[in-house]
C-alpha cells in the first residue's frame, strides 16, 4: 500500500509540475505575443513619425522652391531692361519670356500637392530614365560645387583676420 501512495504521490507530482510547466508556457507565450505587439505598434507610430516628418520637410522644400523661382523671376526681369538697353529689346523680350515660363512652373509647383508632384516625377522617370539619371547627375554635381565654394568662403572668412586688430 505504500508503494501505491509513493505511486500516486508520484503521479500527483508528476501533473502538478506538467501543469505548471504548460501555464509557464502559456505565460511566455502571452508575455511573447505582447511584447510582440507592443514593438509592431511602435515600429508602426515610428513609421508614421517619420512619413509625416518627411512629408513635413518635403512640403517646406516645395515652398522654399516656389519662393526661389520668384527670386528668379525677379532677376530675369530686372535683367530684361538691362538687355533691352545693351543688346536690343528682341533679347529683352527672350528674356521676358522666359521670366514667364520660370513663373508659370513656379505657380504650378506652388498648387499642385505634394502627391501629385511625387506622381508626377515618378511618371517622368518611367517615362525618360536616361533623362532623368542624368538630371540627377548634374543636379548632383552643382549641389556638391555650391556646398564646396560654401565652404571655400567660410574657410576664407575664418582665416581672414581684421586689420584693424
Not at 46 to 73: F, P
Not at 104 to 121: M, P, R, T, V, Y
Request: charged share 30%.
Amino acid at each position: 500500500m505504500a508503494t501505491t501512495d509513493f505511486t500516486s504521490a508520484a503521479h500527483d507530482t508528476i501533473d502538478a509540475a506538467a501543469d505548471a510547466t504548460k501555464t509557464a508556457g502559456d505565460e511566455a507565450a502571452k508575455a511573447t505575443a505582447t511584447a510582440s505587439q507592443l514593438i509592431k505598434d511602435s515600429a508602426s507610430k515610428l513609421g508614421k513619425e517619420a512619413v509625416d516628418r518627411a512629408r513635413t520637410y518635403a512640403e517646406d522644400g516645395k515652398a522654399r522652391a516656389g519662393g526661389a523661382l520668384d527670386e528668379v523671376v525677379k532677376m530675369i526681369n530686372d535683367a530684361a531692361g538691362t538687355v533691352d538697353e545693351k543688346l536690343g529689346e528682341q533679347y529683352g523680350q527672350y528674356a521676358r519670356t522666359a521670366a514667364d515660363k520660370v513663373s508659370e512652373f513656379s505657380e504650378g509647383l506652388k498648387a499642385k500637392q505634394l502627391d501629385d508632384l511625387i506622381e508626377d516625377a515618378r511618371g517622368f522617370v518611367q517615362k525618360s530614365p536616361a533623362v532623368a539619371i542624368g538630371t540627377a547627375a548634374a543636379l548632383g554635381f552643382v549641389l556638391v560645387r555650391l556646398l564646396q565654394a560654401g565652404l571655400a568662403v567660410d574657410r576664407s572668412d575664418a582665416t581672414t583676420t581684421d586689420p584693424k586688430a
